[in-house]
Structures are given as structure tokens and as C-alpha cells.
């Protein structure tokens, strides 16, 4: 009677113990330090010991979940061929139970062509600069889940974009 | 008797370690409880003050924010004053008078929380210049606040605006003459 109560409580309380602390405060700060050093030295592969193969990103950013590793990577080689000389910062951590809320700085010179939904930008030379912040959600020391916002609009108007009110359709058939 | 000699000090050496360890431990684990109350006080100031922006409720957020409140949107906007943020709030009312504020997440640690949240709001007069559309719109966002004292002290806004800007019907066109 007594043994499988006293199995039932440590179970409950180990699992409690566990959703409490899944990431330690230095091996967040850790794997943070390994993702910025991916990002500057445009080491990719390093973020296979970051990442869950599964892993999703909901980045505000993209048109679209970006689901996998491989997607993952895919994504920022985009970003650091119109970003040659990224250069990533972390200027603030939260770690709790089984997230972590780090806020970013990126800056660079878009030299190279820009992926977009209007297709690929010509480099136009400007510098960007803007700041973010990221929830990852961790399980068995990787990010599985990861959430990404920051100012889109405003890293846009430094590639040299402007917003503007729906523009009428050319009137291109009356040409012809 | 000379054996009880050496156990006697040696099982008060042995009751003194464990005891000084278990108070140890304690204080340790009473740490941790008074932390967690605080972190939990700090999301329901959090929640107080989402609630007040919404109600309108000035009163309620002068009780939550100290005179030297400070907002910072990274490289886009950065004030100190509570007054500001009252205007600030006013003037996204008067666009989108029925703008309500949804909490999806709240992340608490010492002194910070971090919230993930989106705002439902209906298009209902000009806007950073675009006519009102009647558009039911959805920004996503997160803040990150400092509280001091329990009053929300510091605020770092990020917030999808390009996503705002294009379901009130705006396009991103590369800018004239840039090509």
C-alpha cells in the first residue's frame, strides 16, 4: 500500500522538479554564446548542437513557419549573403523553466542580394541596424520551439523599401 | 566508557552537520518561495496594467507606473514619463477605439517579465496617415518590463509593425530611383 504511494510521490515530485528548471542559467548563457558565435563566424553547422532537427520558428519576418534545421539554415544563409559582415549581439537573457527570452542586436551592410517575396534585391549598400527579442522553448538541451519579433518595417526602410497605399494596376493592355 | 567518549562528540559533530545543513537548506528553499511570490506579483501587475490600458483606466495606471517610467522601442522610439505613454495610448484609442489587449504568454524571472501578447482592433479613424479602412486587424508583439517596487519602472517594446501596416492595406515597393 505504502511503496507504490511513496513511487507515485517521488514521480509527481520529480516531474514537478523538472518542469520547474529544464535550463540552467550557464548552460542557457552557453548555448546563446554558441548560436551568436554561428551567426559571426557564419558557422552553421555549430547550430546543430542548438537546434532540434524539428525544431519551428514562428519569425515574424518570414512569410511562413520555418519548420526543420535544415529550413532553419537555409533561411540564414540567405540572410548572410545580403549580410556578409552580420554581426549579432545579446544585450539581455530571462531563463525560466523551460525558456528563454534573449533580446538582440543585428547589424550589417546588405553587399549582396536580398531574398524577398518580390524575389532577389540587388545589394544596395545600406547598413541596417535593429534589435529583437527571442523566446526558445528547450527540451533535452535543444531549442524545439523558437518565436522571433521584432520592427520588420523599420529593417526594410534601411534595405531601402518604403511603405505606400495600394498602387492602382499598370494599365498595361491599353499599351499594346 | 571510553568508546562513548569518542561517539558522544562525534554524534554531536554528526547532529550539528545535519542540522546546520537542513537550515541551510531551508533558507535556501525559502528564497526560492519568496522569489516565486514576487515573480507571481510581478505578472499580476503585469495583467493590472494590460487591463488598465484597455479600460482606459489613467487612475490605475498612475498607480502602476512610477513618474520616471521609460519606454524603449529599439532604434525607434524612446521616452521617460508616464504622461507620454497616457498620449501615446490616447492617440492609438482614438484610431482604434475598441483595441484589446490579449495576453499569450507571461515569462517572469527576479525582476523582469517578459509578455507575449497581440491586439485585436478595428480600423476606425487615420492612422500614421492611412484613412480609416473598417479593417479588423491583429499585431503580434513583446514586451519586456522591469518592475521596481512593485510599479512596471522600464518597458522595451517589439512589435510587428510591417504586419499592422499591410492588413490595413499598405505594400512594401522599393523605394524610387534606389535600384
New interface residues.
Given amino acids: 500500500m505504502i511503496i507504490p504511494l511513496v513511487i507515485l510521490l517521488c514521480f509527481t515530485f520529480g516531474c514537478q522538479k523538472q518542469a520547474e528548471e529544464v535550463i540552467t542559467e550557464e548552460e542557457a548563457k552557453a548555448i546563446h554564446n554558441l548560436y551568436v558565435e554561428a551567426r559571426n563566424t557564419v558557422n552553421l553547422d555549430l547550430l546543430d548542437e542548438i537546434y532540434a532537427e524539428d525544431v519551428v520558428v514562428h519569425d515574424?519576418s518570414a512569410p511562413e513557419d520555418i519548420i526543420g534545421l535544415d529550413a532553419l539554415k537555409q533561411y540564414y544563409s540567405n540572410n548572410h549573403r545580403a549580410l556578409p559582415d552580420l554581426h549579432m549581439t545579446i544585450d539581455?537573457m530571462?531563463?525560466?523553466?523551460d525558456?528563454t527570452?534573449t533580446?538582440w542586436?543585428l547589424s550589417g551592410t546588405n553587399t549582396g542580394p536580398l531574398h524577398t517575396h518580390?524575389g532577389d534585391?540587388?545589394a544596395?549598400g545600406n547598413k541596417v541596424?535593429?534589435?529583437?527579442?527571442a523566446?526558445d522553448r528547450f527540451d533535452e538541451g535543444k531549442i524545439v520551439e523558437e518565436?522571433v519579433?521584432?520592427?520588420?518595417?523599420?529593417l526594410?526602410q534601411q534595405l531601402?523599401?518604403?511603405?505606400?497605399?495600394?498602387?492602382p494596376p499598370e494599365p498595361q493592355e491599353e499599351k499594346k | 566508557m571510553k568508546q562513548l567518549y569518542i561517539i558522544l562528540p562525534l554524534a554531536l559533530i554528526l547532529s550539528f552537520m545535519v542540522g546546520f545543513q537542513d537550515r541551510e537548506a531551508m533558507t535556501e528553499s525559502e528564497a526560492m518561495k519568496a522569489q516565486a511570490e514576487v515573480e507571481e506579483q510581478n505578472k499580476e501587475i503585469v495583467r493590472d496594467f494590460f487591463k488598465a490600458i484597455d479600460e482606459r483606466n489613467t487612475e490605475k495606471l498612475m498607480e502602476l507606473l512610477p513618474i520616471d517610467f521609460s519606454l524603449t522601442s529599439p532604434d525607434i522610439t524612446e521616452f521617460t514619463g508616464r504622461v507620454k505613454l497616457v498620449h501615446f495610448r490616447d492617440a492609438f484609442y482614438e484610431s482604434f477605439p475598441d483595441a484589446s489587449h490579449t495576453i499569450d504568454e507571461l515569462i517572469a524571472e527576479g525582476d523582469k517579465v517578459a509578455v507575449k501578447l497581440h491586439i485585436n482592433a478595428t480600423h476606425e479613424a487615420e492612422y500614421e496617415g492611412i484613412p480609416a479602412t473598417g479593417k479588423k486587424v491583429t499585431q503580434y508583439g513583446m514586451h519586456i518590463m522591469r518592475i521596481v517596487d512593485g510599479q512596471i519602472k522600464e518597458i522595451w517594446v517589439f512589435e510587428d509593425v510591417l504586419g499592422l501596416m499591410q492588413q490595413l492595406g499598405m505594400e512594401l515597393k522599393p523605394k524610387e530611383g534606389e535600384k
Avoid: A, E
Avoid at chain 1, 530571462?94 to 523553466?97: A, E, Q, S, T, Y
Avoid at chain 1, 519579433?149 to 523599420?154: A, K, M, P, T
Fill in positions: 515574424c539581455d530571462i531563463v525560466k523553466g525558456r527570452v533580446v542586436t518580390l534585391m540587388p544596395t541596424h535593429f534589435s529583437g527579442v523566446i518565436w519579433y521584432f520592427n520588420v518595417l523599420q526594410m531601402g523599401f518604403t511603405i505606400v497605399p495600394p498602387q
